[in-house]
Each structure stands twice: as structure tokens, then as C-alpha cells.
């Protein structure tokens, strides 16, 4: 039988493990909600540019909240980034299928990381109870576990 010493140490290991694992899930959960925020704002621009007409107005960004005013030219095609610096020209209803398709794949990513983020927070939960049992086994009072 494993003396409260190792008993203690690994159970705290194991906590740091869970926590650890939590904080790797929640990042990529919020990299997966970007993705999906930005996927939203292109398929919600595209669906309202697709019902202009040809030397309509627009705003293009160009980062830091910095605009370029341009005219559409040909809306009937849309450049569309496939990955790994790629991108090939689409029709415009094509590239919003696609994009919702991607934001699909996303939201189901999403999901299966929620539910794994929620069973790693339940562990650690565990795995504090089962340390803060140990330490008043010892003959601790009161238990912190920050």
C-alpha cells in the first residue's frame, strides 16, 4: 500500500495533469470560436454582397480597423482560401456553401471539445476532493487548493 506521502504527491500530480489539460481544451475552444466568428462575418458579407450590383460601393478592411473604398467589380466569382496559403476562385454561391460546410465541421469540433473540456473538469474536481480527503487524513484542517 502506498504511504499518504506518495498517495498525496501523486494524487497532486494528477490534479495538475487535469488542470493542465483544462487550459490546453479552453484555448483550443476559443481558437474554434474564432475560426467560427470569422467564418460568420464572411458568409453574413458574402450573402449581402451577393445581392449588389456591379459598381456598387464598398468598404475593404485592411486591418487595424483601416478601410479602403473600392467599387465590386465582378461578384460572381470569389476568391476562396482552401489552406495551407491557398486559394481558388469559386462562384459566389458555391463559396458560401462552403463556408457554412466548414463552420458545420467547426461547431461539431466545438462541441467534442466541450464535452471533453467538461469531463477534464470533472476529474479535477474529483481529484481535489480525493486531496483534500488525503491531507485531512494527515491531519490537515483546513484545504486550498488553488
Not at 28 to 45: G, P
Not at 47 to 66: F, H, Y
Not at 127 to 145: A, F, M, P, Q, Y
Request: net charge negative.
Amino acid at each position: 500500500m502506498a504511504s499518504d506521502e506518495e498517495e498525496f504527491q501523486k494524487s497532486l500530480v494528477q490534479l495538475r495533469i487535469y488542470e493542465g489539460s483544462a487550459q490546453t481544451l479552453q484555448t483550443r475552444l476559443d481558437i474554434v470560436s474564432a475560426a467560427m466568428n470569422e467564418f460568420a462575418l464572411a458568409s453574413s458579407t458574402l450573402e449581402g454582397v451577393k445581392t449588389q450590383k456591379t459598381d456598387a460601393d464598398a468598404l475593404i478592411p485592411v486591418g487595424g480597423g483601416s478601410f479602403v473604398r473600392a467599387k465590386l467589380a465582378d461578384i460572381s466569382k470569389i476568391v476562396v482560401g482552401v489552406g495551407a496559403g491557398v486559394a481558388i476562385e469559386k462562384p459566389i454561391e458555391d463559396s458560401i456553401k462552403e463556408i457554412k460546410e466548414r463552420m458545420a465541421e467547426l461547431e461539431k469540433a466545438r462541441t467534442a471539445l466541450q464535452e471533453q473540456l467538461t469531463q477534464v473538469l470533472i476529474k479535477r474536481e474529483e481529484s481535489r476532493e480525493k486531496l483534500g480527503e488525503i491531507v485531512k487524513k494527515r491531519g490537515g484542517d483546513t484545504v486550498t487548493i488553488i
